[in-house]
């Protein structure tokens, strides 16, 4: 039995012990609560997030659906208003062709001026001898554009009339010279032109609508297919010829044969050649409307900020895309890489400097059009511009006049070149020993002798005023000088002469004699009245009976320099 004393000891510590154990539980049961209460926060914020992301993406929607609804109640209300005016249009394309007709037997044939021309190829259906026409006046383009429209609206038949005028070049060049001149901006031409002759005589419709037979819609579609597999064999879009690309598109744009299938392709072709002025509208007819944002974006991740602007404008997206900024990137851009392709180019400094002044010349040009074109003046005001562009030009003359002035204070001549006499005497011949029919170039070299020309008066160096020698006779005749050797020349060092400029071939050390029955004997002491103008086959040996130069004194020039 236990003690009284020891039982309110023990109640006590069981006491204690109870109060931990429940202060314990409330501590956990407390951070258990805070636990609860952040998953809470984070559900909840995670929820708002969701709400807000379905809020905006219902907005989208709702957008799009709006935008979507007004298309088509545009298209709906196109296809009511041609419906309705197709019985007029028919009835206008009727008097259209009568008109045609009736007019076409008072066209003259030997019309005078380029559109009477035009007119009267078009009304007799002349298609080859319209291209060829038109591919022969590249120099009147401007007068071309205005002249072509209308007298393609004097075909009977617009749309193979074309189709038949560009077929030997597109869509791929089927003529038989080797090589052929590029002639895809003829097509590109005819082709625009086209648009307006096959538009709906309905001006409330125009080209919204072209009238193109079911026909001639398949032949288009056919030259369009036919295009693309020969593009592909030669390596895809990006290798192709601007124009011929343009004209492609320019195809599909004029007879309305493009396939939603083949967008991609149209985009492709578009960002490849998008500097070209009409890819903007071209982009827009072929569907691509809805992706403009996305061409735009991708023209300013690659430097292209200008065509970027003309985008912009055409698609009417120019506040989502604002100009200005996008010109002065351009310009900046177009700073940076000037001295990039100065450090990498080859050529020589004076070289790429110049073609870094030309291609900032360029883009500064580029950029005020633009800015004159989409009156951006207040904007960008272009004087700054146009003061970069004159002190751009100043260096430039300033560059050309010191270089002019530097090539024409040194010598213009090449070290190596051949110079004439100092007194004015002839220069040799430059190839005489190539000749096959030169037999008075022997393979031996010869001593210092020299048979002049009629019309010269003198071969004197000026230092070496006369050759003449004490103990030989004077080889002269009477209308030439004295061309003796003097005695004092030292045989053993190499003679110089001022007609070729300290380079005459070296003196032979022994005197070589050629037989005597292999040529004939010479004599130097007859006078003669003119040069010499047959020689021996070799004339090495003559034999003028001199001990020290019996290898003769052969004529330094060939006969032909003589005639």
Wanted: glycine residues 4%; aromatic residues 6%; hydrophobic residues 35%.
């Amino acid at each position: 039995m236990a003690s009284p004393a020891s039982s309110p000891a023990a109640a006590e510590a069981v006491t204690g012990d109870a109060v931990s154990a429940g202060f314990a539980e409330l501590e956990r049961q407390q951070q258990l609560l805070a636990s609860c209460t952040r998953l809470y926060q984070q559900l909840s914020d995670h929820f708002a997030t969701l709400d807000r992301g379905l809020a905006s993406r219902s907005d989208a929607i709702r957008h799009k659906r709006r935008a979507a609804d007004a298309r088509t109640a545009r298209a709906l209300d196109s296809l009511r208003r041609r419906e309705l005016t197709v019985d007029a249009s028919v009835d206008r394309a009727l008097s259209h062709l009568d008109s045609i007709t009736s007019s076409s037997s008072a066209v003259s044939s030997s019309a005078a001026g380029l559109a009477e021309a035009l007119r009267t190829l078009c009304a007799k259906m002349d298609a080859a001898a319209f291209f060829g026409l038109v591919a022969a006046r590249r120099k009147e383009a401007d007068a071309l554009r205005a002249e072509v429209p209308p007298a393609l609206s004097r075909c009977v038949d617009p749309a193979n009339f074309v189709m038949d005028a560009v077929a030997d070049v597109f869509p791929v060049d089927r003529r038989e010279m080797k090589s052929p001149a590029d002639l895809a901006w003829a097509c590109v031409l005819i082709l625009e032109a086209a648009v307006p002759a096959l538009a709906d005589p309905d001006p409330e419709i125009g080209a919204a609508r072209p009238l193109v037979p079911r026909a001639a819609r398949e032949r288009a579609r056919g030259m369009a297919r036919e295009w693309k597999e020969a593009v592909e064999l030669k390596g895809g879009v990006e290798a192709a010829k601007p124009p011929d690309a343009h004209a492609f598109l320019q195809h599909v744009a004029t007879f309305a044969v493009a396939e939603r299938e083949d967008r991609p392709l149209y985009r492709r072709i578009v960002v490849s050649f998008s500097w070209r002025r009409q890819m903007p509208r071209l982009a827009l007819t072929l569907g691509l409307d809805e992706e403009m944002p996305d061409i735009i974006e991708e023209l300013i991740a690659k430097g292209q900020q200008l065509d970027a602007v003309n985008f912009a404008y055409e698609a009417g997206l120019q506040e989502k895309f604002p100009p200005v900024p996008l010109l002065k990137s351009y310009l900046e851009d177009s700073k940076k890489a000037s001295p990039t392709v100065s450090d990498n180019s080859s050529t020589s400094s004076g070289q790429s400097g110049s073609n870094t002044n030309k291609k900032e010349q360029s883009a500064l040009r580029a950029v005020i059009k633009c800015i004159e074109d989409r009156k951006l003046e207040s904007e960008f005001p272009l004087e700054d511009l146009q003061k970069q562009l004159e002190d751009l030009e100043k260096a430039k003359t300033e560059k050309k006049k010191a270089s002019s002035s530097a090539s024409s204070g040194g010598t213009s001549e090449p070290a190596n070149k051949r110079i004439r006499a100092s007194n004015g005497g002839p220069m040799p011949p430059a190839k005489a020993g190539r000749l096959t029919n030169n037999t008075s170039v022997s393979s031996f070299p010869v001593t210092t002798a020299f048979a002049r020309s009629p019309s010269q008066t003198s071969y004197a160096s000026p230092s070496q005023t006369s050759y003449a020698s004490p103990t030989h006779t004077s080889y002269a005749s009477p209308s030439h000088t004295s061309y003796a050797t003097p005695s004092s020349y030292p045989y053993d060092r190499q003679p110089a002469h001022g007609l070729y400029c300290n380079r005459s071939p070296p003196a032979i050390r022994e005197p070589y004699v050629y037989p005597a029955n292999e040529v004939p004997s010479v004599g130097f002491g007859v006078p003669y009245s003119s040069p010499p103008m047959t020689y021996p086959a070799t004339y090495g040996g003559y034999s003028n009976g001199l001990p020290a130069y019996n290898n003769g004194m052969a004529p330094a020039f060939h006969q032909a320099y003589y005639r």
